[in-house]
């Protein structure tokens, strides 16, 4: 399972972007200090906004980009605010950072005093991205630029939906950045492309992102005509969805659960050696990753991994061992099949069954996914039957790359377990 950002020794990347964004809160606070806080009363509406986004944010679960979406809006709608009730505002790109960064820390000390956790990398995220945000919006609302652009009507909110959709790049590759040094936590061979990395925070956009950014630019375009009381309305339909996300979320990790508890069935039953259903997910996550399968693609192989041998309960006999690459191709198919039937009854997804049904299936009829499971669960296999070690036991999986095993697959775990020193499957 992947490491928070803040656990182990720091990598470079993560020690950059927080620097930067250290650097940066810094400077802001250090300007409003000296300069004094422009229009108190909206820096006050949207602090409380952002510290109340956050003292409601759940603690982010595995894969999930914003645990605070109100927060992130209304920073966004901070940074990206024009004029207050017809009138122009004066507070500038530093103190939209600088009340930001308040604002967290400020809902980060009853969170602290509930033992809950803080997230410093995702704290650093907000403050670069709004940053961002700001510097690219205020200087030119504030000289006149913006508007002779884009001109003071109907094409007006294109510029700061410019200046939304730069910011969301702009975050994306910095998630990007900070989710590649986090799979240095994973173990060796766990280092996923950066592009594949990328490609899924910009493909994230149009979930919560879409939302978040629609709800930042609707509520400073608000406050420019109503005044500070638009944010209490506007921002209403997102903490409604930030509910339901929430609720999202316990239902995935009760599925978790569900999954887990499953894998452990085979073991306890006899079925399986102890311990061989999480050695192959961990080590099939691994190799997806080393052959670029990131995000949501990375979750579906590791839960079908999980879950590869439940199919094997309706034996009436175990397999000695728990090796059914040793069975003949149609009882591997079977139990494969009964296995993603138990599989679609857990609520893990229609693309996790289809994994665990297709592990059996020769691999050029197979997807990546169903591949990587086929050929780590015959390694960890063989290493049980002492074939020989580690390297006798890839030596037989290359032996049968003409049919059973993708040579891809096969040299990609082969350069996992080389970085990690060849340790047998079956120990520990």
Known sequence: MRAPYGSGPLAPAVLAVRGAALLLALVAL???????????????????????????????????????????????????????????????????????????????????????????????????????????????????????????????????????????????VLAALLARSAARADGPGALPPYGSLLVDEVRALAGIGTAIGATGVVTALGVAVAGPWAPAVLCGPLLLTQVSARRSTAVRTTCGQTMASLARATEIAGYTPPGHARRVAALATAVGRELGLTGPRLTVLEHAALMHDIGQLSLLDPVAGGATARLPAAEQRRIALLGGAVVRRTGAGPEVAAVVEQQADPYREQPLAARIVRTVNAYDDLCGESVGGPLRALEQLRLGTGHDHQPQVVEALGRVLARGGLAPAGAG
């Open 30 to 172: 250090a300007h409003t200090l000296v300069h004094g806080l422009a229009e108190p009363g909206l820096a006050l509406v949207f602090g409380l906004l952002v510290a109340a986004g956050e003292l409601v944010r759940r603690d982010a679960a595995a894969g999930e980009r914003e645990p605070a979406p109100l927060a992130a809006a209304g920073a966004l709608a901070y940074a990206l605010l024009g004029d207050s009730a017809g009138r122009p505002t004066t507070h500038g790109a530093l103190q939209v950072i600088a009340v930001v960064v308040a604002a967290q820390a400020l809902a980060a000390v009853p969170r602290r005093a509930r033992g809950r956790r803080t997230d410093a990398d995702r704290a650093a995220r907000r403050t670069l991205t709004v940053g961002f945000a700001a510097v690219c919006f205020q200087p030119l609302y504030a000289s006149g630029q913006a508007e002779r652009w884009f001109g003071d009507g109907p094409w007006f909110p294109l510029f700061p939906l410019t200046v939304l959709a730069l910011a969301a790049l702009c975050d994306a």
